[in-house]
C-alpha cells in the first residue's frame, strides 16, 4: 500500500462511539435531522470492523423505537421527526444487525412503505408526494428484509426504474434524469432484489461505472467531477452486482480511501486531508469490504449490509 498505508480500525472504532456520545458538538448537531441514518453508517461500520460489542444493543433499540410513529408504521430521522422511507429503512437495517425485527409490527411498517407506491410504480419518501429512484430501492429493500414484497406491485416498480434508463447505461432519479452513481446503485439494487437485472446493459453500465475511476484511484459520481470516498461503495456495490468489479484498480482505489483516513484521531474524509465525518468512515469502510480488505467482514452489495446478517435474515425463513 501507499506509504505502508493501513486501515485504522481501532481509531475509527473510537471515533465512532466518541461521535456518539458527543450530542451538543458542531457535527452532532447538523446530523441532528438524520440521526437514524447516522446510526445505520456508524453501527454497520462497527460491525464491519468485529466491534459490535462497543455499544448497548439494548440501549441503541430503544432509542430506535422512539422514533417510530405508530400510528403511520414509519420512522422518523430523530425523536419527534416526520416519518420517511428512508429513516425507516435505516431503522429497520440497525434492527437487523441486533436480530430484533421482534420490537417491529412488522405489517404495520410494510403497509407504511408499501401505501407510498404510485400509480405509475414509483414509490414517494413520505407523505408530502417526492419521487426520486431512491425510494423505489428503499421501498423494495424494506420490504424484502420483512419478507413483504408481495405487498406491492412488483412489475410497476420494475418498470418505473427501468423507465429511469439512459442511453449511456446508467440511471438518474426519474425519466430522463442524469445518469449518477449514487442513482445507479439504488436503480441496480432494486432491480437485484426484484430479480430483474436482465434490464441493465452490463457492459454499457459496466463502462460508465468503471469510467468513474479518477487519476487518483478514487472514484467519483459523474464526469468531471473530483473522487469522493462515498463513491467507493455506490460504485463498486453495483460493478459486483452487475459483475463487472473486474474492470477497476482494486489496488489504487484501496490506497485512495486508507490515504484519506485520519490516522491521528480516526474517522474517514471524501478526500484526502479533509476532515472527517460518520457519512465516509462508513463508506470508506464499505468499499474496503467490497474489495475483501484483511479483517474487514464482506458486505452484500444489493442490501447494504454485513452478508452474515444478511444470510441470517434469509437463511432462517
Given amino acids: 500500500m501507499a506509504d505502508g498505508a493501513e486501515l485504522a480500525a481501532d481509531k475509527h472504532v473510537r471515533y465512532i462511539v466518541t461521535v456518539e456520545k458527543k450530542k451538543d458538538s458542531f457535527e452532532s448537531l447538523v446530523m441532528e435531522h438524520i440521526r437514524l441514518n447516522g446510526a445505520y453508517w456508524g453501527l454497520t461500520t462497527l460491525d464491519l470492523l468485529h466491534k459490535f460489542h462497543a455499544v448497548d444493543a439494548a440501549e441503541v433499540v ?119 452513481a449514487g442513482q445507479i446503485f439504488c436503480c441496480v439494487g432494486a432491480l437485484a432484489i426484484a430479480g430483474s437485472l436482465h434490464h441493465i446493459d452490463r457492459d454499457l453500465l459496466g463502462w460508465w461505472l468503471c469510467e468513474r475511476q479518477c487519476k487518483d484511484g478514487g472514484l467519483n459520481g459523474r464526469p468531471e467531477k473530483l473522487a469522493d470516498v462515498c463513491y467507493s461503495w455506490w460504485v463498486l456495490s453495483s460493478l459486483i452486482m452487475i459483475d463487472r468489479v473486474h474492470w477497476i484498480d482494486k489496488e489504487k482505489l484501496t490506497k485512495f480511501i486508507l490515504n484519506c483516513q485520519d490516522k491521528e484521531n480516526g474517522g474517514i474524509s471524501d478526500r484526502p486531508d479533509n476532515a472527517v465525518d460518520i457519512y465516509h468512515t462508513y463508506f470508506g469502510v464499505a468499499g474496503l469490504s467490497l474489495m475483501e480488505y484483511p479483517g474487514v467482514k464482506p458486505m452484500d452489495p444489493a442490501y447494504a449490509l454485513p452478508l452474515d446478517v444478511v444470510n441470517r435474515i434469509f437463511l432462517r425463513k
Fill in 62 to 180: 430503544d432509542w430506535i423505537m422512539s422514533c417510530y410513529h405508530p400510528e403511520s408504521g414509519g420512522f422518523g430521522g430523530n425523536v419527534g421527526h416526520d416519518p420517511h422511507v428512508l429513516y425507516t429503512l435505516s431503522a429497520v437495517q440497525v434492527l437487523c444487525l441486533f436480530d430484533r425485527l421482534d420490537v417491529l409490527d412488522v405489517d404495520k411498517v410494510a403497509d407504511y412503505v408499501a401505501g407510498l407506491q404510485n400509480e405509475d410504480g414509483s414509490f414517494s419518501g413520505d407523505i408530502w408526494g417526492e419521487v426520486d429512484t431512491r425510494f423505489s430501492y428503499i421501498a423494495l429493500c424494506t420490504l424484502s428484509l420483512l419478507h413483504r414484497l408481495h405487498r406491492i406491485d412488483m412489475q410497476k416498480a420494475v418498470d418505473f426504474v427501468v423507465s429511469c434508463k439512459n442511453l449511456d447505461g446508467g440511471f438518474g432519479a426519474m425519466p430522463g434524469g442524469e445518469s449518477h
